[in-house]
């Protein structure tokens, strides 16, 4: 079992950039893929990025693609989320988890954190 902690949230200004942090404890994390995951109120809970195990492969939602850069620190068992290009539409809830297969979908991640509020003004 692996619990998650999310760091980093806070308002940012729109084009501007901001880095998350994810550090797990209580697991060995390099036997787990990585997700993060946002949710928009009004909206559902909507799949940002994954990463697998040792960090060789990657994958973006459409909606981040270019912008989002995730990456993983196994030494130092933190994930991140590099966010550029900030839009308004970006603010959300960031939540990181963790689960044993490269999947978009949220119920392929037992292990979940608090999540971190991200706003972006205009």
């Known amino acids: 079992q692996v619990q998650l902690a999310e760091f980093g949230g806070g308002l940012v200004q729109a084009g501007g950039s901001q880095r998350l942090s994810c550090v797990a404890s209580g697991g060995t994390f390099s036997s787990y893929v990585m997700g993060w995951f946002r949710q928009a109120p009004g909206k559902e809970r909507e799949f940002v990025a994954h990463?697998?195990?040792?960090?060789?492969?990657?994958y973006y939602a459409d909606s981040v693609n270019g912008r989002f850069t995730i990456s993983r620190d196994n030494a130092k068992n933190t994930a991140y989320l590099l966010m550029n290009s900030l839009k308004p539409e970006d603010t959300a809830v960031y939540y990181c988890?963790?689960?044993?297969?490269?999947?978009?979908?949220?119920?392929?991640?037992?292990?979940w954190g608090q999540g971190t509020q991200v706003t972006v003004s205009s």
């Open positions: 988890a963790a689960g044993r297969s490269a999947s978009w979908r949220s119920s392929d991640y037992p292990y």
């Open positions: 990463i697998t195990w040792g960090g060789g492969s990657t």
